[in-house]
C-alpha cells in the first residue's frame, strides 16, 4: 500500500508531502512538544517538560510506518509516534474544529415573534439529543425560547443547570423581576426600559440570561429584543468611523450601592478573529461618566447615539409577551433586551432570571457533541 | 469672592479658565448627559436619555453662581448645575481616581518567605481597616498569608467571604488539595507541580486564590510563588521580541474531562493601560496543543520556554512551608504557584481552596474606602 505522506527533514522541521497534494511544515521542538505520549492518558494535560529538550533538537531518523510518522530522538527518550490523519488535522497553523463553534445567524425586525427558535421543557430537560439541538439553534440566533414550564420557581434555573452551574453575581445567584403597584426602586418602576445588556460593568458581564416568566398579567409589560451583531454589522456599514470609535475605544462602567463598586472599562463593541463582532456592552445606565478625551468625544458620542437610536428602531426589534410557563433565553452578551410600559394595576407580573456562562454553555455544547459521536449510527 | 473660574463659549463646547491657571473644555453634549439630575439619586443609574437631545445643542446661557456652572438648555429643559470643583475633578480626558488601584509592586526572589505580606486572621474577620489594609497590601505584592485560622474547613472561606461571594468553577466552590498515599490521578500525586496560573482555559481566569492549609505534616510538599510581572517585566528588558510574541499572539488553552470541554484563547502575557503588564496566563498542562502559524512557531517556542525557565528560576521564586491554620492569598491572574515534591508516606498533607474574581476583590476595596472616608477624624 502507498503511504498518504512522505517526509522530508530540514534543519529544524519536517515537511510531509502529502500523497494527494500539498505538504505541511512541522517544526521539531512542535513535534517534540506534541507528543501524544507526552500528555495524560485520563485528564488530557500535557505532562511533558518543554524545558527538558534543548529548542533546536532534531531527529535522529524519521520515518513513516502503518500510516504513522515515526521519529527517533538522540539520547534515551523514546521514539515519537504520530497518527498521519491526526497531524494533517492538527498541523500548525490550522485551527481545529470546535462542536461549539455556530456561525452568528444574525437578525433583525423581519425575523418576528414566530421566527425565534422554541423547544419544549420537557424534552430539553429528558433528552441529550434535544438539548443539543436547542442550544445550537439558540447559539446561531443568540435567542430561544423554551415552553411548558412548570408553575414552580426552580423550572428555569433547573433547565439552565441542563447546561451548567450558575453564575454568581452581586445580585444572587437568581433574581426576581418583580414590578410592584408600590414601586420603591427604578428596577421596581412600570416603565419601559430602554435596550440594553446586562452588568456591562462587570469584567465578564454574563454570558446566557435565562428569564422565566411566572405571570404576566399586566396590560403592557412586553419584551423586547434586538441583534446587537445586526446593529453593530450594519453600523460597520453606514458609518465605518463611527463603528470603529466603538470598538476601540474603551469607556467606564460602573454600579455601585450599599454594598459593592463594582467597575471596569470596556469598548461598546468587540471584535474577535476575522473582525467578526463578537460582543456588544452597551448599558446606559451603567455607562459611567464619560472621561475621554475631549478631541474625540463629540465623535464618540455621535456613534454611540447612533447606535442608541438603532437599538430602538423598530426595524431591529422583536417583540413578544411572555406566557407564564415560558422562558426567554438569550446572549447577553451579543441580544440586547428591554421591556415595554405596562400597568401595574391591571395584574401581575414576575419573572425568575438566572445566568450560565458562555464557557459553560460552549462546554456543554462539546460534551454532547461528544456523546452524539459515539451513538451515530454506523 | 472671586469666582475660581469663567466659563467661555464656543459653538460645541464651554471652556473653564480656572482662577489659578489652566482651562479645560466640556463639549455640550457632555455636559447635557452628565447632568447630575440625569442621574438616579439613590442607584447613582444614568436616567437621562441621550436620544432625548439633539447632538449639537447648545446652551442658550451659561454663567459661574456660587462656585457652580449654571447652564440654560433651550425648551423647557431645567437648567443644570455643577459644582466647579466637581467639573475640575471628572472633566473630560481624565481618569477619575480609583480606590482599589494600588500600583503593582513587582517582587523576586530576594524577597523572601519574610516579605510576603502577612495579616491575622482574628483581625481581617472584625476590623474593617485591618481588612482594608490586609486588601492594600495583598494587592500591592498580589501575595499574602493570612495566620492564626482556626481549625475548621470552613475557615479560609469564611475570611474569603468577607471580601465578596465565591466564584464556581467547574470544580466546584471550593476545592480539596489532597495529597493521597495512593494516588489515582494527577492531582493526587506527590509529585513537583511547577508554577502556573490556574485555569488558563477560563475565558475569565479565577482571580484572587485562596489555600487553606489544615494539615502540612509530610516531609517536602513546600510552596513556591514567583510574581509574573517581575518576570515579563524583565523578559521585557531582555528579550523585547520574546516579550511582544507572548503579548500578541493568543494560544489554545483546554480542560476536558467526562462532565466539561472549556477552551479560550489568550496571550500568555497581557498588557493594559500604559503597556504596563496586567496578566499572566501560564499553565503548561492546560496549553493546548499549539495551532499557530508555522512561521512564527519557533520564535515563539523560544520565548515560551524562557519564560518557562525563568519561572523556576531560583532568582524569581519564593519559597516557603505553609503550616496549618495558614491560608495563602494570591492573585491567580499575577502571581504563578506550585509546590515541591514531598513524601506522602511521612505525614498527611491537606489544603481547602477557593476563589474571590478580581471586580468583587476591588468592589470591597472601594467600599472599605468609602467607609473609612466617612470615619476620618475632621
Not at 227 to 254: M, T
Amino acid at each position: 500500500m502507498r503511504h498518504m505522506a512522505r517526509a522530508r527533514l530540514e534543519a529544524r522541521q519536517l515537511w510531509l508531502d502529502w500523497a494527494d497534494g500539498g505538504s505541511d511544515a512541522f517544526p521539531y521542538i512542535w513535534l517534540r512538544d506534541t507528543d501524544p505520549a507526552g500528555f495524560h492518558p485520563r485528564t488530557g494535560e500535557r505532562v511533558f517538560d518543554l524545558t527538558s529538550v534543548p529548542l533546536d533538537l532534531a531527529p535522529e531518523a524519521a520515518r513513516i510506518e502503518d500510516e504513522a510518522l515515526v521519529l527517533d530522538w538522540p539520547g534515551d527518550a523514546a521514539p515519537s509516534r504520530f497518527d498521519l490523519n491526526w497531524l494533517r488535522e492538527n498541523r500548525p497553523g490550522r485551527r481545529r474544529p470546535d462542536p461549539a463553534h455556530v456561525p452568528a445567524s444574525s437578525w433583525r425586525g423581519d425575523l418576528g415573534a414566530a421566527g425565534i427558535p422554541r423547544a419544549r421543557a420537557a424534552d430539553v430537560a429528558e433528552s441529550d439529543a434535544a438539548l443539543a439541538d436547542w442550544l445550537r439553534r439558540s447559539k446561531a440566533m443568540g435567542l430561544s425560547i423554551v415552553e411548558g414550564l412548570a408553575d414552580d420557581v426552580e423550572a428555569g434555573c433547573r433547565i439552565a443547570r441542563r447546561i451548567g452551574f450558575l453564575r454568581e453575581t452581586n445580585f444572587g445567584v437568581t433574581f426576581e423581576v418583580v414590578s410592584k403597584p408600590d414601586p420603591n426602586n427604578l428596577a421596581y418602576t412600570a416603565d419601559a426600559l430602554p435596550l440594553h445588556t446586562d452588568l456591562t460593568n462587570q469584567e465578564l458581564p454574563p454570558g446566557w440570561q435565562f428569564l422565566h416568566c411566572l405571570a404576566n398579567e399586566a396590560e403592557g409589560g412586553g419584551s423586547v429584543f434586538c441583534d446587537g451583531v445586526a446593529v453593530a454589522e450594519d453600523l460597520a456599514l453606514e458609518d465605518p468611523e463611527g463603528f470603529e470609535l466603538l470598538a476601540s475605544v474603551d469607556i467606564p462602567f460602573r454600579f455601585h450601592d450599599a454594598e459593592t463598586d463594582i467597575r471596569t472599562r470596556k469598548t461598546v463593541i468587540r471584535r474577535g478573529e476575522g473582525g467578526r463582532v463578537e460582543e456588544i456592552c452597551f448599558n446606559a445606565h451603567l455607562a459611567d461618566i464619560l472621561d475621554i478625551d475631549p478631541a474625540i468625544m463629540p465623535g464618540y458620542y455621535a456613534a454611540y447615539r447612533r447606535l442608541m437610536q438603532m437599538t430602538r428602531d423598530p426595524a431591529y426589534l422583536v417583540t413578544l409577551k411572555l406566557k407564564a410557563g415560558e422562558m426567554v433565553v438569550f446572549d447577553n452578551r451579543r441580544v440586547l433586551h428591554g421591556r415595554a410600559a405596562f400597568d401595574p394595576s391591571t395584574g401581575f407580573r414576575h419573572l425568575r432570571g438566572c445566568y450560565v456562562d458562555r464557557g459553560e454553555f460552549d462546554s456543554r455544547m462539546r460534551v454532547l457533541a461528544r456523546a452524539a459521536a459515539r451513538t451515530e449510527p454506523v
